[in-house]
């Protein structure tokens, strides 16, 4: 099995440069996201590659159908997923949670130009809590029905309703966007405070480190403690969100512009 470095920063690399290659493409942006982008990957975790990818400009010449995305799977547990620009720009326009998460990932692979940066300075124009919302608590919703209402669990699994559970209580306590990594969203959001708050978040920081040590495919018995707390905060949610209004987006202007220049810059027009 190949080290972690080699795979960082030889196989990824080497597996982007041959995707721009094949597809005439440029590269924007790559990162990972995942375990490893939320800081407990263990030994075995897969590599989830996300990119942005924009084409030669005669490629938007065209009133034609295109395939806006790019799935690739390789030796050594690498997945990598693109989407090209312009599909990219759409879904940052309706706050889409996964594009913002990329954007503020801690281990980027390729960083070409501003493009990531400029949509990062964009972002709270753009943000709508209430769809993020929206997003987190039905993956919660859908992972703990799938996942954890056996009577024996994985306990990998408690992490796919937690997180975007305290991602929910991140955007109500702060209105914008969650960190990634998922300790300082559990510090951020659990603070010590309540007794419930101090028994729950012990419970979630054991998990972590079980999970650090590659036990992702133990099954064990429910946590009692969790499973409450996770009832608890699906039924706040469905309530919660009740009140919550859609915010006013703004218009594609600023978007167009910025696909504009960098389409130019990218190719040199």
């Known amino acids: 099995m190949l080290e972690n470095n080699a795979i960082t920063h030889t196989l990824i690399p080497e597996a982007l440069r041959h995707l721009e290659e094949k597809h ?17 990957a263990s030994a075995n975790s897969d590599w989830d590659v996300r990119y942005l990818y924009l084409h030669k400009p005669d490629w938007y010449l065209s009133i034609d159908e295109k395939k806006d995305s790019l799935e690739t799977f390789l030796p050594h547990d690498l997945d990598l997923s693109g989407w090209e620009l312009r599909k990219a720009l759409n879904l940052f326009k309706k706050s889409n949670p996964a594009l913002l998460e990329w954007l503020q990932s801690p281990l980027i692979y390729a960083e070409n130009g501003e493009t990531a940066e400029k949509l990062r300075l964009l972002t709270a124009q753009y943000f709508n809590a ?3 919302l929206h997003h987190y608590l039905n993956m919660a919703i859908n992972n703990y029905k799938g996942y954890l209402q056996k009577e024996q669990v994985r306990v990998k699994k408690y992490f796919y309703v937690l997180r975007p559970l305290l991602a929910c209580d991140y955007i109500r306590l702060h209105d914008g966007m969650i960190p990634v990594e998922f300790e300082t969203l559990l510090n951020q959001v659990l603070l010590n405070q309540a007794p419930l708050e101090n028994e729950v978040k012990g419970e979630i920081e054991k998990l972590v480190v079980r999970k650090r040590a590659g036990e992702e495919l133990t099954e064990e018995s429910q946590n ?16 919660y969100l009740k009140k919550v209004e859609s915010p006013k987006q703004p218009d594609n202007t600023a978007l167009n512009q910025l696909f504009r220049e960098i389409l130019k810059k990218t190719w040199a027009l």
């Open 224 to 239: 009692a403690i969790l499973n409450h707390f996770i009832d608890e905060k699906i039924e706040f949610y469905h309530q």
């Open 24 to 40: 005439d493409i440029k590269i924007l942006y790559a990162v990972e996201s995942g375990s490893r982008a939320w800081g407990f």
């Open 130 to 132: 209430k769809a993020c």
